[in-house]
């Protein structure tokens, strides 16, 4: 599978952007989607994860109540929605796919998108 990830910007403190990681390929809806970031100087870090056909979510602890991570599988499509973000939200965000159900850590993913940036602005 092929994934392409966008809709990153710029945006305030407190507001807020949805991304997208549009996949090719016929069998999307078997893999585990995770969103992972790599703000500048630092290791990527893992955000959300959401299962295949049960949609089943986990947050990093960083995310809880503030990002929404979901999936359109008719569209081959997820999604990470971004609210109430702060400056250090600053980051370049990858989706990815795999086969491990809860995969948190990169090495649990095969496929990766090319990122998307997101700048937090105070």
């Known amino acids: 599978v092929q994934l392409q990830a966008f809709g990153g910007g710029l945006v305030m403190v407190g507001g807020s952007l949805r991304l997208s990681c549009a996949a090719s390929g016929r069998t999307f809806g078997s893999y585990v989607m995770g969103w992972f970031r790599q703000a500048p100087g630092k290791e990527r870090e893992f955000v959300a994860v959401?299962?295949?056909?049960?949609?089943?979510?986990y947050y990093a602890d960083s995310a809880k109540g503030r990002f929404t991570i979901s999936r359109d599988n008719t569209k081959n499509t997820a999604y990470l929605q971004l609210n109430s973000l702060k400056a250090e939200d600053t980051a370049v965000y990858y989706c990815?796919?795999?086969?491990?159900?809860?995969?948190?850590?990169?090495?649990?993913?095969?496929?990766w998108g090319q990122g998307t940036l997101v700048t937090v602005s105070s």
């Open positions: 990815a796919a795999g086969v491990t159900r809860w995969g948190r850590t990169a090495k649990d993913y095969d496929h």
């Open positions: 959401i299962t295949g056909g049960d949609e089943l979510t």
